[in-house]
């Protein structure tokens, strides 16, 4: 259940109770894709970065080591040790992202796995059992995600499509939700709104799911390669039809800017692999911009990551020892850098609610929402 606790313009500040723990929104989402932060992170760690949920993904862990598996060992919050919220992705971005692999049918999507080449079916009801079976704490609706640009007519379809996918979803998580063996009996389920960059086809996509009565929705099928004005627009656009009373996540997103934006126009939930993508390659983010610690000049720095950050990294270590780890291709290079971005974006997710429960969220919007995506030379 989401509770919205006071608005800034559209900006909201608000807790989502969960079967699972209680989350203070806008938070960001901890992307686990394997049920594992890629960068040797483990449960504990996360407590430890002040994370709120993780993120896994229903496709993947289909695929390995199997639903089935994670199932016998009593679900994912067992399975990985973590006790906090947990969503997973419905495998429907793989409908996108696998588009070499796969076909899309009325009764869902045909697969070839891109571990072993096996021939996979997935459709609402399969994604839904699979994240049963995963014992997650919200599920997200089995949709399609489009490209963008792409053609109007196949756009529209493809909402249509994708609600009539939702009520399938609806009613076969409520079967699963009856059931004495099912792990999470309180299940959430998140609907998807898609309809590409044409505001008019995401507004009355944004209408139809709406009036089913979900727990939460969500924002897809941006940031897929469209220009960023063009997701701030579709944003803007969506938003005033997307339930006041309900959580919102967009999907996906993205950059500490980018996320700062996203608060500005209502949204509520975000997640993206890029703070931990780009640690494991040494670009890390501080309050002054993002540096790339493999940089020559950092070879006899002996100041940490970032002065203004309290991170366990940022306390130990310097930037020197960091870049050294990096060019002795040591292991540990990553999981300091993962630690250290993952930390950042759960602390800004706390600054974005501290100004927004000091009615400061303007003054802290004008002075970050730039700096914080500008590369420090």
Same mark, same amino acid.
């Given at each position: 259940?989401?509770?919205?606790?006071?608005?800034?313009?559209?900006?909201?500040?608000?807790?989502?109770?969960?079967?699972?723990?209680?989350?203070?929104?806008?938070?960001?989402?901890?992307?686990?894709?394997?049920?594992?932060?890629?960068?040797?992170?483990?449960?504990?760690?996360?407590?430890?970065?002040?994370?709120?949920?993780?993120?896994?993904?229903?496709?993947?862990?289909?695929?390995?080591?199997?639903?089935?598996?994670?199932?016998?060992?009593?679900?994912?919050?067992?399975?990985?040790?973590?006790?906090?919220?947990?969503?997973?992705?419905?495998?429907?971005?793989?409908?996108?992202?696998?588009?070499?692999?796969?076909?899309?049918?009325?009764?869902?999507?045909?697969?070839?796995?891109?571990?072993? $080449?096996?021939?996979?079916?997935?459709?609402? =009801? *399969?994604?839904? /059992? !699979?994240? +049963?079976?995963?014992?997650?704490?919200?599920?997200?609706?089995?949709?399609?995600?489009?490209?963008?640009?792409?053609?109007?007519?196949?756009?529209?379809?493809?909402?249509?499509?994708?609600?009539?996918?939702?009520?399938?979803?609806?009613?076969?998580?409520?079967?699963?939700?009856?059931?004495?063996?099912?792990?999470?009996?309180?299940?959430?389920?998140?609907?998807?709104?898609?309809?590409?960059?044409?505001?008019?086809?995401?507004?009355?996509?944004?209408?139809?799911?709406?009036?089913?009565?979900?727990?939460?929705?969500?924002?897809? $099928?941006?940031?897929?390669?469209?220009?960023? =004005? *063009?997701?701030? /627009? !579709?944003? +803007?656009?969506?938003?005033?039809?997307?339930?006041?009373?309900?959580?919102?996540?967009?999907?996906?997103?993205?950059?500490?800017?980018?996320?700062?934006?996203?608060?500005?126009?209502?949204?509520?939930?975000?997640?993206?692999?890029?703070?931990?993508?780009?640690?494991?390659?040494?670009?890390?983010?501080?309050?002054?911009?993002?540096?790339?610690?493999?940089?020559?000049?950092?070879?006899?720095?002996?100041?940490?990551?970032?002065?203004?950050?309290?991170?366990?990294?940022?306390?130990?270590?310097?930037?020197?020892?960091?870049?050294?780890?990096?060019?002795?291709?040591?292991?540990?290079?990553?999981?300091?850098?993962?630690?250290?971005?993952?930390?950042?974006?759960?602390?800004?997710?706390?600054?974005?609610?501290?100004?927004?429960?000091?009615?400061?969220?303007?003054?802290?919007?004008?002075?970050?929402?730039?700096?914080?995506?500008?590369?420090?030379?």
């Amino acid at each position: 259940m989401y509770k919205l606790i006071k608005n800034s313009g559209t900006a909201r500040r608000g807790e989502f109770v969960t079967p699972h723990g209680t989350i203070q929104t806008p938070a960001f989402m901890n992307v686990a894709t394997c049920a594992a932060i890629k960068g040797g992170l483990s449960a504990e760690d996360l407590k430890e970065i002040n994370c709120r949920v993780m993120l896994c993904n229903t496709y993947h862990l289909h695929v390995r080591p199997g639903d089935d598996v994670v199932y016998d060992m009593g679900g994912l919050h067992k399975f990985t040790g973590w006790e906090g919220p947990i969503l997973t992705d419905s495998g429907g971005f793989q409908v996108f992202s696998l588009a070499s692999l796969r076909k899309i049918k009325e009764e869902g999507v045909y697969f070839q796995s891109h571990v072993d $080449g096996r021939h996979i079916f997935m459709g609402p =009801e *399969e994604s839904m /059992r !699979i994240q +049963s079976h995963l014992g997650s704490t919200i599920a997200m609706a089995f949709d399609e995600c489009v490209e963008n640009p792409a053609p109007y007519e196949y756009a529209k379809k493809s909402c249509e499509r994708t609600t009539r996918w939702l009520e399938r979803c609806k009613n076969e998580m409520n079967r699963l939700n009856s059931l004495p063996d099912t792990i999470n009996r309180q299940q959430m389920l998140f609907g998807i709104n898609q309809g590409c960059t044409y505001a008019d086809l995401r507004i009355q996509h944004m209408k139809d799911i709406a009036a089913l009565d979900l727990d939460g929705y969500a924002i897809g $099928g941006l940031a897929v390669g469209e220009p960023t =004005e *063009e997701m701030y /627009r !579709i944003i +803007s656009a969506v938003e005033p039809y997307m339930p006041y009373n309900k959580i919102r996540y967009l999907m996906g997103v993205g950059t500490p800017g980018n996320i700062i934006e996203g608060v500005k126009r209502g949204i509520d939930l975000f997640d993206c692999v890029m703070p931990s993508r780009n640690a494991r390659h040494g670009h890390l983010f501080t309050w002054n911009g993002i540096i790339n610690i493999n940089n020559a000049k950092y070879e006899r720095d002996s100041s940490p990551i970032d002065v203004n950050c309290d991170c366990p990294v940022c306390k130990k270590y310097s930037r020197a020892y960091l870049r050294h780890l990096f060019k002795a291709k040591e292991v540990l290079a990553m999981r300091l850098a993962v630690m250290h971005n993952l930390y950042f974006y759960n602390t800004l997710m706390i600054k974005i609610r501290q100004s927004l429960d000091n009615d400061a969220f303007d003054e802290f919007y004008n002075r970050y929402s730039v700096i914080l995506d500008k590369r420090i030379k």
